[in-house]
């Protein structure tokens, strides 16, 4: 069973509206979690890391973290077409240095 | 540019020969990280580095793989007897803080396996 889990996409949204893109994670012991964005041909960067139960917000971004349920998401609102990428979805359990990563969910914002 | 600089950027090579790829990371991070990611695929972790010590290494990892970082300073990984399936992107990465914090991707070094 894969550790980290993230639907592949992709998920077409026009421009202006909200992007919701979702994570599941197989360890309960995780305590880091990081979104990062990938363009094509280009290597990830961060966009926003949690590590507490809730939301947390940053520009048009909002990560929220549920680890009753083991799920984390990220909402991109007010979509632009410069938000077209694959997001990736990285975990990291406790006492462990190692992020695991999703798939990647691939987003299209089309004008 | 103080980023993280892998080389080569790409490398094409006949099945069975040997390639050495290099990484320089951010000078005050000791923490580097090697990831591999084919298409359609997230980074996949193959080892990480605190300083010049190897802690971790991915039990999917091939004994044709070998990665130093000696003086604690750059990186290189080494792919011997290279397969077709050995044809990825190789991403290096560092990072400063102990449990937490961002991971600094290079620009990757594509390596192609005819």
């Known amino acids: 069973q894969k550790e980290v889990e993230q639907n592949s996409g992709p998920l077409s949204v026009p421009e202006g509206a909200i992007a919701s893109l979702n994570c599941t994670y197989s360890?309960?012991?995780?305590?880091?979690f990081f979104w990062y964005r990938q363009y094509s041909g280009k290597s990830p960067e961060l966009i926003m890391f949690?590590?507490?139960?809730g939301d947390k917000e940053d520009g048009r971004f909002t990560a929220q973290l549920n680890k009753a349920s083991q799920y984390v998401s990220l909402l991109i609102r007010d979509s632009q077409p410069s938000d077209s990428a694959t997001y990736l979805c990285?975990?990291?359990?406790?006492?462990?240095?190692?992020?695991?990563f999703g798939r990647g969910t691939s987003l299209i914002v089309h004008p | 540019d103080t980023g993280v600089s892998q080389d080569p950027r790409h490398k094409i090579t006949k099945r069975g020969q040997n390639v050495t790829f290099r990484c320089d990371p951010i000078?005050?991070?000791?923490?580097l990280y090697w990831y591999r990611q084919t298409l359609g695929q997230g980074p996949e972790f193959l080892t990480y580095f605190q300083n010049e010590a190897q802690l971790e290494k991915s039990r999917l990892l091939s004994d044709r793989f070998s990665a130093e970082r000696p003086k604690g300073s750059f990186s290189t990984l080494e792919i011997q007897r290279t397969e077709q399936g050995d044809s990825a992107m190789y991403l290096c990465?560092?990072?400063?803080?102990?449990?937490?914090?961002?991971?600094?991707f290079g620009e990757g070094s594509r390596l192609t396996v005819l």
């Open positions: 990465a560092s990072r400063e803080i102990d449990f937490g914090g961002e991971l600094f």
């Open positions: 990285a975990v990291q359990p406790g006492g462990s240095y190692i992020p695991t």
């Open positions: 000078s005050e991070h000791n923490r």
């Open positions: 360890d309960r012991g995780s305590q880091s």
């Open positions: 949690i590590y507490s139960n």
